[in-house]
């Protein structure tokens, strides 16, 4: 066998099978006996052999990739979904092809015609702009699982937004604050109006004013919303950000502006990213199981593929209480 590479006839010579055995335990297509099947893999260990996966594609009729469209490649959160797609596509026998739609619709139109083209034998859409039926138009027929946002017309895997705000906004009542404001997500977004309106109705329900302004989902978007705060006059001794990076974003302005977490101000986050454990202070958040999500995708998505009745997984917002929250000290800002 030196110098050249086993082929199947060195399979099933070696294994003591034929080659049609050999043929179905490497497209799985078929029953094996046990006994035969376990041949077939000791002599492919013995002799190194590497299927080739292009002629595994063309038996199955598949490519074995799946395409990912995000929304931000460096997004700490959606880099949590990826890696949790990533990793359980691999498991099974899969390669995720990653592509960026960079929050601008059209961007999102061509990555995603360019991962049909690619022929990935399914998708997964992390949120995004693209509208529903512009997107259903892209992927045709191929199995589609959505994250982050409502599916159009297939499988969908979210986290009720509305509950998440309310959990955040309770929890800064329950200490004792009146004087609690928002900074919102971007503008125009479905989980930016869900925790919005989650805020709104905790608020009205407990005869307080919401008091809100216009943030994002970056640091320097929160950073400004709180400096806009502050100059407008807005009064508050709490905080809940539209998410994390917007909270420390808002937790670098109210430095700037002398103000302490959460003597002066509390503030709470959302999404639970791994870094805000260790921001001074930690910060109290919502969590959404990001990379459980992920995996939850892949698994629905290759469930789409093989013909099974797939049922989108449940996933609940939690608050977790960590030091940036404490009862209201002074007058807040």
């Known amino acids: 066998m030196a110098g050249r590479k086993a082929t199947i006839t060195d399979i099933a010579a070696r294994a003591g099978v034929s080659k049609a055995t050999v043929s179905r335990v490497l497209t799985g297509n078929a029953v094996v006996a046990p006994d035969k099947r376990d041949a077939v893999l000791t002599a492919m260990a013995e ?64 990555a995603l015609e360019h991962l049909v083209q690619r022929q990935a034998d399914a998708l997964i859409v992390l949120g995004g702009r693209l509208p529903g039926a512009d997107l259903l138009a892209v992927t045709g027929d191929l199995p589609l699982v959505t994250v982050l946002r409502a599916g159009p ?24 604050h009146k004087e609690i404001a928002h900074i919102t997500g971007e503008s125009g977004q479905p989980d930016t109006e869900e925790r919005l309106h989650g805020y709104r109705d905790t608020m009205t329900a407990a005869g307080l004013t919401p008091r809100t302004i216009p943030g994002g989902y970056h640091e320097d978007d929160g950073r400004r919303a709180t ?9 508050c001794t709490a905080l809940v950000a539209a998410n994390d990076q917007v909270a420390m974003g808002a937790r670098l302005a109210l430095s700037e502006r002398g103000l302490r977490v959460p003597e002066d101000v509390s503030l709470v986050g959302f999404d639970d990213l791994p870094s805000v454990r260790y921001a001074v202070p930690p910060l109290t958040t919502i969590r959404q199981p990001a990379r459980e999500m992920g995996q939850a995708a892949a698994r629905a998505v290759l469930g789409l593929l093989d013909g099974a009745e797939v049922q989108p997984p ?6 977790v209480v960590r030091a940036s929250t404490a009862p209201p000290g002074r007058d807040g800002y």
């Open 47 to 110: 002799l190194s052999y590497r299927p080739n996966l292009m002629a595994k594609g063309l038996a199955w009729g598949r490519t074995f990739t799946v395409g990912v469209l995000t929304p931000d490649l460096a997004s700490p959160l959606y880099g949590l979904i990826m890696a949790g797609v990533e990793a359980e596509l691999h498991g099974l026998g899969y390669q995720a092809l990653f592509a960026s739609g960079a929050f601008h619709t059209e961007t999102e139109r061509r």
């Open 153 to 176: 017309g297939k499988l969908a895997i979210t986290l009720d937004n509305h509950y998440g705000a309310r959990l955040a906004t309770e929890h800064l009542i329950s200490l004792g």
């Open 227 to 235: 400096h806009r705060l502050l100059d407008n006059g807005i009064r």
């Open 314 to 319: 449940g996933f609940t917002a939690e608050l």
